[in-house]
């Protein structure tokens, strides 16, 4: 039977607590200072102990001090309000998560059902090692570049705790797969992961698929219908795209990073939530912030433990590695083994990848199906003197000094779309961005009005149809 100790010096509080914990298949202790718990931590090691800092004879953050009492439990810290502070206080100190007063039971539940022992997770995490020393991959992840290296170290370091993760990084590049890593590295591996990309829903109807509606509560809402955060509870809610989410959609999802609680549409019943928030964006967060597409505080609430996943153009020795992979993977599913050519792959280390691993995939299949033999050489492999298209007699941009960043991408993309004759998948592939990328810019460009600066064709309404 696991075992948890309660310190808190409030005496009844204890109480309750232990009484609650009981009642999930625990034996409990409780003590009501320093004093008393490495008493309690001496007599029997505690699978968790839920920690008030607040005690009578000095800070709970000595216990940690202690080293040996703390090295195989969990610890929960006890605190009086949820703020940023508190989780980048509970991660600094080691602790897996935080309560706060009065307990939420759901939380506590939650909580109390995902106890592993520290040793258990160290264990898996050299497991994890091995593959990449071996094999060259971290869980789903490959490469044994420095900067992947820097991301692996960032996933152990983070995945055993309940803080909020927000990873950064262009179109391409994996950022679900870290996600994911994280998720299946933590305590909650049990319980569901759902993916939701922000940009790819109605404003209409996002609402409605994260947080949930009542039967009855807009045209069309024929029966009850459970959102993201009630489907995933217990588990983890990866947030693709966040910058692309209604901005009053973001207060929202603020409150319930601050409460822990939410309502469906059309419902003025609370519900609690017991789900980890990992959030993601291709974009610059404070240039989003600027550009009024992030609320600040909602940036800062989610970026408590933030990780940037590299380019491949940044890690290009792990090319060759990842196109291996790629390729037995493809092998293995078609039934014919194929290798590469040593020229090949040293011509894919040499490409620059503006679509990164999503792009490698793509033209490895691609390379698979076109090689006659068991062996890929050139065929179909980007040329490294002109790794994209060439816009031959294309119009020139008259770009003036001091034109913001954003507007310089908007000007080169809806002119590159107009020049390729509005043809989506060539405007993607030239300008180096994921299909669904494109179609996110051409939504958003299609509510502002185009610069009178901008050398473009004259006729506004050519642009009528660019988010279709």
């Known amino acids: 039977m696991p075992h948890a100790l309660v310190v808190d010096d409030e005496a009844d509080s204890a109480e309750m607590m232990a009484t609650l914990i009981a009642m999930e298949g625990f034996t409990v202790a409780t003590a009501g200072s320093l004093r008393d718990a490495r008493k309690q931590l001496a007599l029997q090691e505690p699978d968790i102990v839920l920690l008030d800092l607040m005690l009578p ?74 593959g ?49 890593t994280v998720h299946d590295l933590s305590r909650r591996r049990g319980r569901p992961f759902l993916g939701v990309n922000c940009g790819a829903i109605s404003p209409h109807l996002i609402e409605s698929e994260i947080f949930g509606h009542e039967k009855g509560s807009f045209t069309g809402a024929d029966r009850q219908h459970q959102g993201f955060f009630e489907r995933a509870s217990g588990g983890t809610l990866f947030l693709d795209e966040v910058t692309e989410m209604p901005l009053d959609l973001q207060v929202k999802l603020l409150r319930v990073l601050e409460t822990g609680t939410f309502m469906r549409v059309g419902s003025t019943q609370v519900q609690e939530t017991d789900v980890r928030i990992i959030a993601a964006t291709n974009r610059s967060p404070m240039q989003a912030v600027k550009e009024g597409k992030l609320r600040e505080d909602l940036l800062y609430r989610l970026n408590v433990f933030p990780i940037h996943l590299p380019a491949l153009r940044e890690r290009a020795e792990d090319v060759p590695l990842i196109a291996e992979h790629f390729l037995e993977e493809i092998s293995r599913r078609e039934g014919q083994v194929k290798t590469f050519d040593p020229e090949a792959l040293k011509r894919l280390s040499e490409y620059s990848w503006p679509g990164n691993v999503r792009e490698l995939r793509n033209i490895v299949h691609r390379a698979y199906v076109m090689a006659r033999g068991s062996v890929i050489v050139d065929e179909c492999l980007p040329t490294t003197d002109a790794p994209l298209p060439v816009l031959t007699g294309a119009p020139i941009l008259s770009i003036r000094v001091g034109t913001t960043l954003a507007e310089i991408e908007r000007q080169v993309t809806l002119a590159t779309l107009e020049y390729l004759g509005r043809h989506k998948e060539k405007t993607a592939a030239t300008l180096g961005v994921s299909l669904k990328t494109l179609y996110n810019r051409l939504k958003e460009y299609s509510t502002v009005p185009v610069s009178l600066d901008a050398d473009l064709p004259s006729d506004s309404s050519s642009w009528g149809d660019l988010g279709h």
């Not at 100190?93 to 592993?116: C, E, F, W």
């Not at 094999?135 to 900067?147: C, D, K, N, T």
């Open 132 to 180: 990449l020393e071996e094999e060259g991959h971290f869980g789903l992840l490959w490469g044994r570049s420095a900067v992947m290296r820097h991301v692996y170290e960032q996933i152990l370091r983070v995945s055993g705790t309940a803080v909020t993760v927000f990873i950064t990084g262009e179109s391409g590049s994996g950022k679900e797969v870290v996600a994911s």
């Open 57 to 130: 004879d000095g800070s709970g953050m000595q216990l940690f001090d202690d080293g040996k009492n703390l090295t195989n439990t969990e610890v929960v810290l006890i605190t009086g309000h949820a703020s940023l502070e508190t989780s980048i206080q509970a991660l600094r100190l080691g602790a897996v998560d935080y309560l706060v007063k009065p307990v939420n039971m759901k939380q506590l539940h939650g909580i109390l059902s995902r106890v592993t022992k520290p040793s258990a997770l160290k264990a898996e995490a050299a497991d994890l090692q091995t």
